[in-house]
């Protein structure tokens, strides 16, 4: 039997500017935070209105480090999503699967200014990570793994890799066939490394300007 191609759309970081943003018809399209500035209802809200028309069969979001209003409410705050665009699949420390590809999400990221679901790195981040099913075929986290697409004020004497280390080990031992995340503006890119295609999907760049395309990626089941 033939493999059976399956198109993904991922997009992260628009923080309000969705509108300014075309998504080209996909199987599943995924946002993996920073929809908004600070989470509050009115943003979540127009969100889901514009998530909902998009030109895809599923649809996948998880939240971000600026989405503090909606995890200071959650999990009540889910619905400022769901009762708009109840076919989203919202996904915090959580999974599901479309199209035969599990898809496990979270919006958990290393601890920086005590942002929305900030985790101190080391043991009490690792705990996400090792929630992972073995067999995900999708990872999809706001924040970076630590070496990969997460190097921040690069050409700068502040360059620094600011990814998460346990999630790079974790990626490692999964092996999922795709990792989307974003946070890192300056980090947008897509590279494949031991087999894994890595995607960090920022359609911001550092000053808050829409500058980036959506990747668009087939995978076969």
Request: charged letters at 20%.
């Amino acid at each position: 039997m033939s493999p059976n191609p399956v198109k993904v759309v991922a997009i992260s970081d628009t923080h309000n500017k969705h509108n300014s943003i075309t998504i080209p018809p996909c199987d599943i399209l995924i946002h993996s935070g920073d929809e908004s500035m600070m989470g509050n209802k009115e943003e979540i809200e127009a969100f889901a209105h514009w998530f909902d028309k998009q030109p895809a069969k599923h649809l996948v979001w998880t939240p971000g480090n600026h989405s503090v209003k909606l995890k200071a409410h959650w999990p009540g705050s889910k619905r400022w999503l769901s009762d708009i665009s109840p076919r989203t699949n919202v996904l915090v420390n959580s999974h599901v699967t479309l199209e035969g590809l599990k898809i496990w999400g979270s919006p958990v990221t290393p601890w920086f200014h005590d942002w929305a679901w900030n985790v101190q790195r080391g043991p009490d981040i690792k705990k996400y990570w090792d929630m992972i099913p073995d067999d995900t075929n999708i990872v999809v986290t706001h924040g970076p793994p630590n070496g990969t697409l997460d190097k921040v004020a690069p050409g700068t004497p502040w360059e620094q890799n600011v990814g998460c280390e346990e999630l790079a080990t974790a990626l490692l031992r999964i092996k999922p066939k795709l990792v989307v995340f974003g946070h890192i503006h300056e980090g947008y890119g897509c590279q494949l490394s031991q087999g894994i295609i890595y995607c960090n999907a920022s359609i911001m760049d550092t000053g808050y300007k829409p500058v980036n395309a959506p990747w668009e990626l087939t995978l076969y089941v």
